[in-house]
């Protein structure tokens, strides 16, 4: 059975995780506006991530004894400015998704709710991942700088960059 501090600590996630989704769906958007197809294709799959990541968080409170929350969300942004821009704001995002889980992490150490610990390992290895993604993206955007030969060849290639997920078989 989950505590309270815990539930309620869980339930946050995944409103986090549901507005990481709705994100980068409207990112996805915004470059698919642009002609930047590959990128817009790359920001779905994001999409669709997040939102994974947030039923894997639903189902196990549920599971717990607890009651998963869909809560309301903030409407993001619709103008990215650039897609350098989107990106930079793609990393810092994930920073700061790195940071609550580490706070949960935290919580539950404090608890001393240990199967909830073990749950979070998974998420502690994706943000590894996500945010080395999110790094990698970077660093080929500073390479191509203002060339516009690069930026074809970016949005093409971006495609074929995923996160290698942690070996799991996916929400229950
Ligand atoms: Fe669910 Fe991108 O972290």
Request: proline letters at 0%; aromatic letters at 24%.
């Given at each position: 059975m989950l505590k309270k501090k815990v539930e309620t600590a869980l339930n946050e996630q995944i409103r986090i995780e549901a507005e990481s989704s709705q994100i980068y769906l409207s990112m996805a958007s915004w470059a698919e506006v642009k002609g930047l197809e590959g990128i817009a294709q790359f920001l779905y799959k994001h999409s669709d991530e997040e939102r994974m990541h947030m039923l894997k968080f639903f189902k196990y409170v549920n599971e717990r004894g607890g009651h998963a929350i869909v809560s309301e969300l903030s409407a993001p942004k619709?103008?990215?400015?650039s897609f350098q821009q989107l990106f930079r704001e793609l990393f810092e995002h994930e920073i700061m998704v790195s940071e609550c889980i580490n706070n949960l992490v935290h919580i539950t150490l404090e608890e001393k709710d240990y199967a909830t610990h073990n749950f979070l390992q998974w998420f502690v290895a994706e943000q590894i991942e996500e945010e080395a993604l999110a790094r990698t993206i970077l660093d080929k955007i500073d390479l191509i700088g203002s060339d516009k030969g690069g930026l074809y060849l970016f949005d093409r290639d971006i495609q074929q960059l995923t996160v290698n997920s942690a070996a799991d078989p996916g929400p229950a």
């Open positions: 619709i103008d990215f400015g």
